[in-house]
């Protein structure tokens, strides 16, 4: 690898080398520490409009069910923003006490219907191994390469492209993540620990449901509750979805996989309007938090304003990011992902 101290000639000039992720790594650690009055302040700009919003939302339904709808399901960028709160929590990024953390993102959990702990452990499992192709299958996006979907069997190539269709990867695989999958510790499942969190989330939720319906029926679950967490969910799982499934990604198998490398190129800067980038918490940002996950949201502005190099890193626009719904498997030979369409059939010599 390079060194920052070494210098590359350019037309004569010479220029800085790109430092390597490791040496990102040091240099990210001088934004680690939240502020707690600033946390606090998220808290509250993110926690009380849902509230009035949900609250407003069952008092004009009396007089119409669309209203109500419409405003449950603007709600849901509120609660993504609460999700993102809780992921910092889950870092232990968003205050510097961690039970205080730990606390205040099992409370959001049940707003988001995601168990706390649960989420904690598989979501670090992400953060560990992201970009191994020889350790998939824990908090990512599923991806064959190209070699194991031609080596499968027909009803598997057929279950990947129905799995990788985008109406089941933004529309029924986040409502059965959030309201089915989620109320089991699905792949920890021999660990009590998990169980405590996820049954204690569950009847937690439960309580919440049962009190909606006491006082106002079923209507106000299915007019307000669900549009809020599916609108929520499938804009959630959009933006991991293109934090990672771009074309000139990175993925390699354990024998060549480095941590910091396939956290710093293996994440995108999804580029956002500023409304957009607010309600999603800066996680577009995403190749500076893989790179360095303790950095509170709320400070990963502050990076890119100091370092341009990461402006342009792996940077995606939401034009751009709409072609990434595209790409379906990476090819070890190019080194990026690729449509299913771009397979040219495997001629048989005879």
């Known amino acids: 690898m390079t060194n920052t101290t070494d210098t590359v000639a350019q037309d004569g000039v010479q220029t800085p080398a790109p430092k390597t992720a490791r040496e990102w790594v040091k240099i990210l650690a001088q934004y680690r520490d939240p502020n707690p009055a600033r946390s606090v302040f998220e808290l509250c700009v993110s926690l009380l409009p849902f509230l009035a919003l949900w609250a407003f939302a069952w008092w004009i339904l009396q007089y119409s069910v669309l209203a109500a709808l419409v405003i449950a399901m603007l709600n849901g960028a509120f609660l993504v923003r609460i999700?993102?709160?809780?992921?910092?929590?889950?870092?232990?990024?968003?205050?510097?006490?961690?039970?205080?953390?730990?606390?205040?993102?099992?409370?959001?959990?049940v707003l988001t219907l995601t168990p706390y702990d649960v989420w904690r452990r598989t979501h670090s499992l992400h953060h560990a191994s992201a970009g191994n192709l020889s350790q998939r299958g824990f908090g990512d996006v599923?991806?064959?390469?190209?070699?194991?979907?031609?080596?499968?069997?027909?009803?598997?190539r057929l279950g990947y492209r129905l799995y990788r269709n985008p109406l089941v990867l933004f529309g029924l695989g986040p409502a059965y993540l959030f309201i089915i999958q989620n109320r089991i510790p699905y792949g920890l499942m021999?660990?009590?620990?998990?169980w405590v969190s996820a049954m204690g989330s569950n009847i937690a939720i439960a309580a919440v449901l049962g009190l909606i319906?006491?006082?106002g029926g079923l209507l106000p679950l299915a007019v307000i509750f669900v549009p809020t967490v599916l609108v929520a969910a499938s804009a959630g799982i959009w933006l991991f979805y293109v934090q990672h499934q771009f074309e000139e990604t990175?993925?390699?198998?354990?024998?060549?996989?480095?941590?910091?490398?396939?956290a710093l190129h293996g994440s995108s800067h999804y580029v956002l309007p500023k409304v957009l980038q607010w309600f999603s918490g800066n996680i577009g940002v995403h190749h500076v938090h893989h790179l360095y996950s303790r950095i509170p949201f709320y400070r990963l502005t502050e990076v890119l304003r100091d370092h341009a190099e990461l402006v342009e890193a792996q940077r995606l626009t939401i034009r751009e990011s709409l072609a990434c719904a595209k790409l379906h498997l990476w090819d070890e030979d190019q080194r990026k992902l690729v449509s299913f369409r771009s397979l040219r059939p495997v001629r048989v010599q005879a």
């Open 190 to 194: 021999d660990k009590w620990t998990y």
């Open 83 to 109: 999700f993102i709160i809780q992921h910092d929590c889950g870092h232990g990024g968003f205050f510097r006490n961690r039970h205080l953390s730990d606390w205040t993102g099992r409370v959001l959990g």
């Open 250 to 262: 990175h993925w390699d198998h354990d024998t060549d996989w480095q941590l910091h490398d396939a």
């Open 142 to 156: 599923h991806t064959m390469t190209v070699v194991e979907y031609r080596a499968s069997s027909w009803i598997g």
């Open 213 to 215: 319906v006491y006082f």
